[in-house]
């Protein structure tokens, strides 16, 4: 079994839609939680970043993580087509510096 | 653009070859990280380098070896190359040797071996 488990998608949703992209792990020690877009043949870039249990929003986005269920989120509000990529989500432990273990990708399509 | 740089974009070689892909780190980073990208896997973390020296490593086959130069570009070495190596190969770079914030990506090399 993966440390991070994610669902490979794909995702097609139509623009304006509010998307839920989520991810499970299995290694308590993860305190550092991180998601990454990735645009076709482009590398991975930081979306959003949280420490802990918890909500951090970011204009039209909003991550949470819940540490007692060992689950996280991404929500993306008024989704446009410009959103559409591989959505990864990535987590560390206090010890793992940038040592990321990533998630397989969530595919998204935003459709007009 | 992220700033980190990484040559070939694309490399197709035969089974035994042996290649190097070639990253340049953002400017003032010192940390470099290499991550392998496959259909199945995902994203793997390799190695990272800190200032020149190794500082971390993950499920990095015996069979690859990489380097952090002086100047802080990175090379990452790949030999006796398998079919399952095709992949695409991303490094990434950070100002410091530990913190947990953002790493910034390359937009990678495709190896594919045949």
Known sequence: QKEVEQDPGPLSVPEGAIVSLNCTYSNSAFQYFMWYRQYSRKGPELLMYTYSSGNKEDGRFTAQVDKSSKYISLFIRDSQPSDSATYLCAMSDAGGGNKLTFGTGTQLKVEL | ?114
């Open chain 2, 1 to 114: 653009d992220s700033g980190v740089t990484q040559t070939p974009k694309h490399l197709i070689t035969a089974t035994g070859q042996r290649v190097t892909l070639r990253c340049s780190p953002r400017s003032g980073d010192l940390s470099v990280y290499w991550y392998q990208q496959s259909l199945d896997q995902g994203l793997q973390f390799l190695i990272q380098y800190y200032n020149g020296e190794e500082r971390a490593k993950g499920n990095i086959l015996e069979r690859f070896s990489a380097q952090q130069f002086p100047d802080l570009h990175s090379e990452l070495n790949l030999s006796s190359l398998e079919l399952g190596d095709s992949a695409l190969y991303f490094c990434a770079s950070s100002p410091w040797e530990r913190d947990t914030g953002e790493l910034f990506f390359g937009e990678g090399s495709r190896l594919t071996v045949l």
